[in-house]
């Protein structure tokens, strides 16, 4: 397995590479507004979605008009394009699951979804009149190279070239003007990167919560880039889980399957939980199957553990 992730990795990098060659062939585009980007090197786990959720929020309390630029995987929006407007109600199948989430958790931002990040941007900017975002940001921007970007930030975690498939060259790390340490016990070997580090830890919190006991044991249901870790911080948050049903990243669910994950759990004892990704899609499914019990949502809060002040320096332009 560790070959064939090496081999993925090596042509992913590969082609990401003539990719930003071509692109240098014209100038990126120069919003006019900050533009942060979130990105990662590896494919998926690394933990940029609450990066994005984060950073946005900071930006609304500091008085910012934030809006979010995002692909959208797998949504109607991915290739057709679409915004979300402050106020909209979202659907995840239309605008992908992501997107959803972020618009529940950050209510007063737009949201602009689409593989074409510069079309999104025009469609966003056209809806919101006279009132138009100060601040940008770019999710997983790393490999977007057509908008001109203030801030570059790198989410990176301990896994290995190894262990997880990689779009990029760590050499490309120098590019970063912040790297984000996420997940891991051993420091990430980047090389010959200049930019200053920040590490950070994702903690489960309650988003929902269902009937029933404080904390019963779980049926666990995921489908995320990185399901272990999910439960791995629940455990360490001194939850019970029981048993885990891992889905593949961005899975959608149909009725049936909601169905016999609802007998399963009142069938053993358990309490469905799920991320708050994973909801945003169950909530369009479950309330229609009669008996089911809202489940408890968790999503990670970010925590800072080394580098505030190379966070607020490099994002917000604080001076320590």
Known sequence: MSAWISAASAVWSAVNQAGRAWAK?????????????????QAG????????????????????????????????????GGVLEPGRESHPGECGDEAALLHERIPDAWIGVGADRLRSWKSLIARAGDAPPTLVILDDGFQQ???????????VTSDRRDQRV?????????LADLVVWTKGQARPTLGATQAPWVRVEFRPQIWKGSEGPERPPLLLVTGVGDPVAVSQSLRQAGWTVAEH???????????????????RAKREGLSLAMTGKDW????GVAPTISGSAAPWVFEPELEILEGRED??????????
């Open 280 to 283: 945003v899609k169950w909530r």
């Open 311 to 320: 966070w607020n320096r490099v994002i917000w332009g604080e001076s320590s």
């Open 45 to 80: 786990g690394a933990g940029k979605t609450p990066l994005v959720l984060r950073i946005a929020r900071e930006g609304v309390v500091r008085g910012e008009r934030v809006a979010i630029l995002m692909r959208g995987y797998g949504s109607a929006w991915e290739q057709a």
């Open 245 to 263: 049903q891992r889905l593949e990243d961005h899975a959608r669910f149909e009725a049936r399957q909601a169905a016999l994950l609802i007998d």
């Open 166 to 174: 990689f779009r990029e060259r760590l050499s490309r790390s120098n």
């Open 145 to 155: 190279w057509g908008i001109h970007r203030d801030v570059e930030i790198l989410a």
């Open 25 to 41: 062939r014209r100038p990126p585009v120069k919003l006019p507004a900050r533009v942060i980007s979130v990105g990662n090197l």
